[in-house]
Structures are given as C-alpha cells and as structure tokens.
C-alpha cells in the first residue's frame, strides 16, 4: 500500500511555490512532465505538457537528471522504465488509476495463458507488471495504427481497457480478445444527460475519449486522444464543445482558444465524478516537496525493467 505523502505543519512551505520550484528545477537539472488531466496550477509550472504518448516521448529524449512526474504512478513507472539511471519523482504515491488496478498481474498472467499464440498489445494506462507481460505497448493515439501493423493471420490480445479496445477493433477492423478493464473516470459519463446538453446546446460539437463507453461515443462528432482532442478543438471552426473526457483538458483549450466555450460532460451523479481522483492527489505544494526532498522516489526490479522496456521500445518504434 502507497503511503501518501502530506505537507504537514512542520513543512515549511516558501511564500511563492512556483518561484521555488523554478529555482529546484535548475538546482536539480529536473524537468517537470505533466498530463493534461492536472490541475491547472501544476499545468502551469510544467516543462512539457501532454498525453500518454507525448509524455513517454519526452521521457524517452530528456537530458534532464531529474524527472519530476504530474501525472499518475503507471506514467511514472513509465519514465523509470526507459530512465534507470535517472531519478524519477512522483509528488503522491497514492495518485494510482483505477484502470491499471482493474488488471492484476496474476490474473492476467493466467489469462494470457489461455490464449498462447496471441501477442498482448496492453495500453500505456497499466502497471510495470503488465507491461512486462505485453509484447507492444500502445496509447489512445497510436493503438489503431499498431494494430494495424499486425499481420491478420496473428491473434490479439489487448489490455486492459475494453472501451478502447472495442474502438480500436472498430477501426482497425479486426476482432481481439480484450481484458475486461476500465476508467472510473472515462464510464461516469451519462448518456441521458449528454442528450439534454446537446438539446441545450444545438451548436456545441461533441467530442470523446475512446476510453468512454460505446452509448456516448455513439453522440460523438470526434473521437480521439487528449491531444488528438485538444488539435480538434483548435482546427474546428465550432465555438461550442461539450467535453467527454477528464475536465483537466479544458485548461489547456481554454489557453489556447479563450473565444470558444468548453461545457464538461456530466456525470451520471451530481458529483465531479468525471475528475480523475488520483490526478487530482498531485498538488504544488507536494509538487514542490518531493523536488525539495527528492522523494517519493519511482523504482522497480530491474528484472521487471528490462522486460517491460522492449514493449515500450517496439511502441516507439512503431509510432
């Protein structure tokens, strides 16, 4: 169990966070990489900004000594694994996914072994473990163009999320068996509710993650990635968008195109529901100690390293 990691009042936090970690940032050589689902705040003070694929790229090409990652523990990991010699900090232990937890390692190891002649294509949101198991990784930007490189002869199995596993073997046009995981965040949107913001709304265009389930995409004018949805709403020559997807995005499309409105999907309760809970554990002040105190520190076995990193590897390659 991850124990979080709190400012407490003995914690002497400087009047200015963002200048004092400006100043950590050049002591450390430290580059800080946030997702797009972060608080505004933390977007704010980060080097690099992005989805899963852009961060893991960032991750891969940095010089910096010190990565410092915004995000989630599986995205984390994911630095450390093409990174061992770097130290890699997460602000809060705690801030997991729902979706990498719904994929034990021990039940999908007995899993895949139901299915040996299929390779396992696991999406980028899953823990070291399972990227060790996995013989490609993808992210929601790049999964139908890996799938497609697969000869159709060779069966597929793809972890852990089935939303986008079922909207990758829309595309792709090819049946995969597919893990039964799934986003906390990415399935509290209620269709019913979507319709009335449509009706509200008639000019708003709707755009998805294909992590949501297949009753809202069925609404969706665009399907695509946090940053495939980010271009979207910056090339569309709409002013309206209802936003199925972690609110955290919003942020950024607001900076970048501050005359269009950005209306949140609703969730199925009156609840911020569709808020990333374990994003939302990253704070500056946490952001700010554990650059101050190189700590919480990302490590793994480096047998499980070495395993995952070919993977990760081959989804570079094939990107």
Not at 153 to 173: K, S, T
Not at 243 to 250: H, K, L, S, V
Not at 270 to 293: V, W
């Amino acid at each position: 169990m991850f124990v979080t990691a709190r400012p407490t009042a003995q914690d002497r936090l400087p009047i200015d966070l963002v200048a004092a970690i400006q100043e950590l940032k050049q002591s450390l050589n430290a580059v800080i990489l946030a997702h797009y689902y972060q608080d505004a705040e933390i977007q704010d003070v980060a080097d690099f900004i992005g989805d899963s694929l852009e961060l893991s790229r960032r991750a891969a090409s940095t010089d910096a000594d010190v990565i410092v990652f915004a995000g989630v523990h599986f995205m984390a990991e994911t630095a450390k694994i093409l990174n061992p010699q770097k130290l890699v900090l997460l602000p809060d232990l705690a801030a997991g996914c729902s979706l990498a937890d719904s994929c034990p390692p021990d039940a999908f190891a007995a899993f895949k072994a139901k299915y040996p002649d299929h390779i396992v294509i696991s999406y980028i949101n899953c823990t070291a473990e399972i990227k060790a198991l996995s013989d490609i990784i993808c992210t929601s930007s790049n999964a139908v163009k890996i799938v497609k490189q697969i000869p159709l002869a060779q069966g597929i199995i793809f972890a852990p999320d089935r939303n986008l596993g079922r909207y990758v073997m829309q595309q792709a046009e090819r049946e995969m068996v597919l893990w039964q995981g799934s986003c906390m965040v990415h399935e509290t949107f209620s269709e019913k509710k979507l319709v009335q913001l449509k009706i509200n709304h008639p000019n708003a265009e709707v755009i998805a993650h294909p992590e949501c389930e297949e009753a809202v995409l069925r609404h969706a004018d665009f399907i695509g990635s946090t940053s495939a949805l980010l271009k979207y709403t910056a090339e569309s020559q709409s002013t309206q968008f209802i936003i199925a997807t972690e609110p955290g995005i919003i942020h950024q499309m607001q900076k970048a195109q501050p005359q269009k409105e950005f209306i949140p999907a609703p969730p199925i309760n009156n609840c911020a529901c569709n808020e990333c809970p374990h994003m939302r554990l990253n704070t500056l002040e946490k952001l700010y100690l554990a650059m101050r105190d190189r700590s919480p520190e990302i490590t793994m076995p480096e047998e499980i390293r070495l395993a995952a990193l070919h993977p990760m590897q081959r989804m570079l390659s094939m990107s």
